[in-house]
């Protein structure tokens, strides 16, 4: 696979956890209410979220990274940085520090933040017809 097309599953890639992510957290509370025994899965903990990071991360700074130095656009990093921070510092301290609506609020923007920068570096990398 050539990597330019490579670059572009990665963003894609990152695209699809993000969303998952924002989801997830999203309608979590919801979907438990309506099927309990869901809370007792790992689905309905709260270390979804750092399971999905050991994927959202390195998919995301690798992307990103190469597609920034093709395109030399720095609002992707700058979007991928906050959101990878966001999405980080809420799986890791977040219930505690903000509660549980300020870490699904955090989680969702940071999920936002990071596919809005994955969006950005696809395009831009489709236009340049970004080779790596």
Not at 21 to 42: G, K, Q, R
Not at 50 to 76: E, N, Y
Not at 102 to 119: P, Q, Y
Request: aromatic share 8%; charged share 15%.
């Amino acid at each position: 696979m050539r990597s330019g097309r490579m670059q572009m599953l990665m963003d894609r890639t990152a695209i699809a956890l993000s969303t998952a992510c924002a989801i997830h957290c999203l309608f979590l509370p919801v979907i438990i209410v309506m099927l309990p025994a869901l809370a007792t899965t790992s689905v309905g903990n709260e270390s979804f979220h750092r399971f999905l990071l050991w994927f959202v991360f390195p998919i995301s700074a690798l992307a990103l990274t190469q597609g920034c130095r093709r395109h030399k656009d720095r609002i992707v990093l700058a979007f991928g940085i906050l959101g990878l921070g966001l999405l980080m510092a809420t799986a890791i301290v977040g219930h505690e520090v903000v509660g549980e609506e300020g870490e699904r609020l955090a989680t969702v923007s940071g999920a936002m933040l990071l596919a809005f920068g994955h969006i950005r570096n696809y395009r831009l990398c489709r236009k340049n017809k970004c080779r790596f």
